[in-house]
T-cell receptor, first 117, second 115 residues
């Protein structure tokens, strides 16, 4: 079974600085998707970034980028120029490419990010 | 991104009553919808996968007779918590996808409190 591990329960960053959130996963599949979701205090889950495992290039979305290391099964999220609005719970998630689950996500336990002004 | 709505956003009910939560995909037809449960300061736990026109697939440990899921159309799935008890109090979140390769888009969640 696939698992997702986020080893940092809490992180803190100064406004305008850069922070990296860690995520590792375990799978025997060769094709899959990886995601970072953000959950602010409103509890609305918001997609931050998505990575297809077959793509070697790391995904980027404005201030958010990932470091995808397929061999090491690592998928970290880097937030540059941190803003107060980035404060939230961040969840790393895995999804298989095929199978009867049809898109089922497996979540890590989350990392709570605080941004200091 | 796609828009998914949930209704109600917050509900309080008495123990023993049933509560229905609606999940709608507003701008696309969702072949599959998912129902999650989230306890405070914890991650999302998948309860069941709902496919339009067929029976839902429940995760191990989730009572299908207690958490009734109906996916009657491509834009609506409902979760009914039957004979609710205080331990059912939680935050319930739905999500939907357009196809197997699509990203999951989440509803805003429903906070259920059972007295």
């Amino acid at each position: 079974a696939q698992t997702v591990t986020q080893s940092q329960p809490e992180m803190s960053v100064q406004e305008a600085e850069t922070v990296t959130l860690s995520c590792t996963y375990d799978t025997s599949e060769s094709d899959y998707y990886l995601f970072w979701y953000k959950q602010p205090p409103s509890r609305q889950m918001i997609l931050v970034i998505r990575q297809e495992a077959y793509k070697q290039q790391n995904a980027t979305e404005n201030r958010f980028s990932v470091n995808f290391q397929k061999a090491a099964k690592s998928f970290s999220l880097k937030i540059s120029d941190s803003q107060l609005g980035d404060a939230a719970m961040y969840f790393c998630a895995y999804r298989g490419y095929y199978g009867g689950s049809q898109g089922n996500l497996i979540f890590g336990k989350g990392t709570k990010l605080s941004v200091k002004p | 991104g796609a828009v998914v709505s949930q209704h109600p956003s917050w509900v309080i009910c008495k123990s023993g009553t049933s509560v229905k939560i609606e999940c709608r995909s507003l701008d696309f037809q969702a072949t599959t919808m998912f129902w999650y449960r989230q306890f405070p300061k914890q991650s999302l736990m998948l309860m069941a996968t709902s496919n339009e026109g067929s029976k839902a697939t429940y995760e191990q440990g989730v009572e299908k007779d207690k958490f009734l899921i109906n996916h009657a159309s491509l834009t609506l799935s409902t979760l009914t918590v039957t004979s609710a008890h205080p331990e059912d109090s939680s935050f319930y979140i739905c999500s939907s996808i357009r196809g197997a390769a699509d990203t999951q888009y989440f509803g805003p969640g429903t906070r259920l409190t059972v007295l």
